[in-house]
């Protein structure tokens, strides 16, 4: 059996962006993931594919789960890669959802799975989002930078181009192999404050899905998601203004975004990590009961 599974054709699809997010390494405070879940709730998409686990993950490292339903019946939810259609008469194009974790093994052959179903499907653009941990305060604007085949629409859009170098992930991965098979494709990332990076960030899926609908002319209504950006920028705020060394650390952050948005020279990269802070400060969340929502 092949591993992508067919439950449909979406035919007729009009000039398609695929926009695609994997939960796990690349999706601190599951920005990523949660900004792709609200365009698919808000647009409606349906499930037409899946990609069988069964050559691409771990499952020691992802492993499937049990439940129980109907009171008695256990039933074993494995790991999938979901695939979504959303039709958007208003907009100038339709859109493709890919979602999961990311896979363990076989990137490659994963990535080619990836590329022969845009193929197939007409697609036009491939868009992946990302989110990352970096030395970033919760108060500001959330900062998304982006990688894309096509550099004048990096420059469009007003990303800051990325500079990152080292280890990667199924995202990067897959950005390369559209640039060598001829796809167009771009990849947006989030940054996500260090020190609150176990609790979900949806102002960073809301920074995520403002800049995707940019770049593939799709509008969404993000009330919800603007009001949950809003609780959480409040609690993290209460959160930190009740602890003076967590407190000084984050002013300590704001001054560095003043300062490189003033001068290159300056930026959050000159101040200590603050990882002892960071842990310090997600044990302070859990004992309040002050994560903020999903």
């Known amino acids: 059996m092949p591993p992508l599974e067919w439950e449909s054709r979406p035919d007729g699809l009009r000039a398609p962006a695929l926009v695609c997010a994997f939960k796990g390494w690349n999706d601190a405070g599951d920005a990523a993931s949660a900004a792709l879940s609200f365009i698919g709730s808000s647009l409606g998409a349906t499930r037409f594919a899946r990609i069988d686990p069964e050559e691409f993950f771990d499952f020691q490292a992802t492993r499937p789960k049990t439940s129980i339903t109907e009171g008695h019946t256990r039933e074993i939810s494995w790991p999938e890669v979901e695939v979504y259609a959303a039709r958007i008469p208003r907009a ?170 003033q001068s290159s020279g300056a930026g959050p990269a000159d101040l200590p990590s603050g990882d002892v802070l960071a842990r310090e400060f997600q044990r302070f969340l859990r004992q309040r009961g002050s994560e903020p929502p999903r």
């Open 92 to 261: 100038p194009r339709d859109l493709i959802l890919l979602s999961g974790s990311e896979p363990s093994m076989r990137w490659q052959t994963f990535c080619r799975l990836i590329i022969d179903l845009a193929e197939a499907l007409g697609t036009q653009m491939v868009v992946s989002l990302g989110a990352l941990l970096a030395d970033v305060p919760h108060s500001r604007p959330v900062s998304i930078t982006g990688l894309s085949s096509d550099q004048g629409l990096v420059e469009r859009l007003g990303l800051q181009p990325a500079t990152y170098e080292g280890p990667t992930g199924i995202v990067g991965v897959l950005h390369d192999a559209c640039h060598r098979a001829g796809l167009p494709s771009a990849s947006l990332w989030a940054s996500v404050p260090h020190y609150v990076a176990a609790a979900p960030n949806p102002k960073a899926a809301l920074a995520l899905v403002r800049k995707l609908e940019q770049l593939v002319g799709v509008s969404v209504d993000a009330g919800e998601l603007e009001s949950a950006a809003a609780d959480y920028e409040r609690q993290v705020g209460l959160a930190v203004q009740s602890d003076p060394d967590v407190q000084a650390f984050v002013e300590r952050l704001e001054q560095a975004v003043e300062e490189e948005e």
